[in-house]
């Protein structure tokens, strides 16, 4: 890790291409000639042929593996196996976050070419260099650093219209809370997940990606309940994916996503997407942080409007024990975990206390505006 005159060094990073728009995996052949692919391994999630239809054409010279579901050790090493003995030149990961990440894990160890074709607009993961990984029973285990990002992203926003609604509006879960870790690692200047300090480039991406769904999600959300492409939904996409992945990756993460994995560790969680639970981390490190009453009122009703969970009901865990929470609590704050990016000691205490604090106003700010639940996004 470099410094500068006791300062740590600031680190950018991105894609080598970002292609987004009405049909645009239409162009993934061309992306894989200009990486010289000429035997692309393809692993796509199980709802691939479904979702985009006619609309992809199989690559030159391109064979396919099924994702297995989990991005877990093992899971990887099978993929990477296939890739060995297929002779694979590049690999494509088609498909929701976790296959995207375990099509990083494979790719770029073996430093092969990448290219990510996310069907959903639910995670900021396409663009990072960096995996997610789970046990097999879905459960945070690690994060995987590659120091390199994928050489080109193709974003189809048709493709994202078709999917249901759901995913886009996890997607705006995980993408707000990228200002407010963002903002907080910056003060501390904490090494961000790029490898460096954050920059002031990362940390203004982060910004507009918070407005962007303020003003936009939902808008973008009513259009793809229609399977509409509009103006909106192509911000918002943009927003979920590009601003939001460069402003994590190159302007860190803090309490949000550490309350995440923490709430990983609790099975009635398990079928809540990733964005769905960052939401409500995010609630509670603007509790931990004493944010303004102001700004919590702000990012609570956004959620109410646009179908984001605010309670610990809303993913699945409203009878969890206070020993559960604790242990939440406890995971949360693991050695190595983001959350001590903020800009004070933390304690599993502390993050009890958040959890309990932004379950609370989630339910006081419901009440005031309605009372029942505006939650499709999330219903099972």
Partial sequence: MGTNGGFMTAVFAAPGRYVQGRDAVRRLGEELEQLQSEKPLILRDAVVEEIMGDTLESPKGAFYVDFGGECSPEEIDRVAEEARSGGADAVVGIGGGKTMDTAKAVAHPAGLPLVIVPTIASTDAPTSSLSVVYDEDGAFKEYRFFGRNPDAVVVDTTVIARAPVRFLVAGMGDGLSTYFEADASSR???????????????????????????????????????????????????????????????????????????????????????????AFGTISMLMLEESPAEVAEEVVDFCLEVGLPVTLEDIGVGDASREDLVKVAEAACAEGETIHNEPFEVHPRMVLDAMLAADAFGRQRRAVLGGEARLPAVAH
Avoid at 205 to 219: I, K, S
Avoid at 224 to 250: D, H, I, R, Y
Wanted: hydrophobic letters at 45%.
């Fill in 188 to 278: 501390t200047r904490k090494r961000a997940m790029a490898g460096g300090g954050p920059t002031i480039a990362a940390l203004a991406l982060a910004r507009l990606c918070y407005d962007t769904l303020l003003e936009h999600g939902l808008a973008a959300r009513l259009a793809v309940e229609q399977g509409a492409v509009t103006p909106a939904v192509e911000k918002v996409v943009e927003a979920n994916t590009l601003l939001s992945g460069l402003g994590f990756e190159s302007g860190g993460l803090a309490a949000a996503h550490s309350i995440h994995n923490g709430l990983t560790v609790l099975p009635g969680t398990h079928h809540y997407w990733h964005g769905e639970k960052v």
